[in-house]
């Protein structure tokens, strides 16, 4: 029975710590969550070894970018086009 215990213990520190790596990194946490839980120190030796992921973008990044997008280029040599 302890020996149950003990190994579900350590399928959700492996996944919780391979969720937390991941997303760090920019990967998905919930995914890597469940490569920890079920390959244990071998899903949370993976998610060290992945790379930091560059493309991530945050929600308000892309919300910015499309505002810009949308408004209109100053015209003229106003002081509030600088």
């Known amino acids: ?4 215990i003990i190994l579900i213990y350590q399928a959700i520190v492996c996944g919780a710590l391979a969720g937390k790596v ?5 990967h998905s946490s919930g ?4 490569a920890g839980f079920f390959f ?11 790379p930091f992921n560059t493309t991530v973008t945050s929600t308000k990044e892309i919300q910015m970018t499309e505002k810009l997008k949308k408004e209109p280029k100053p015209v003229g ?3 509030e086009n600088y």
């Open 22 to 26: 991941a997303d760090k990194k920019g």
């Open 1 to 4: 029975m302890w020996i149950i």
């Open 31 to 34: 995914a890597w969550f469940a």
């Open 40 to 50: 244990g120190i071998f899903g949370l030796i993976a998610a060290a070894g992945l």
């Open 77 to 79: 040599d106003s002081p």
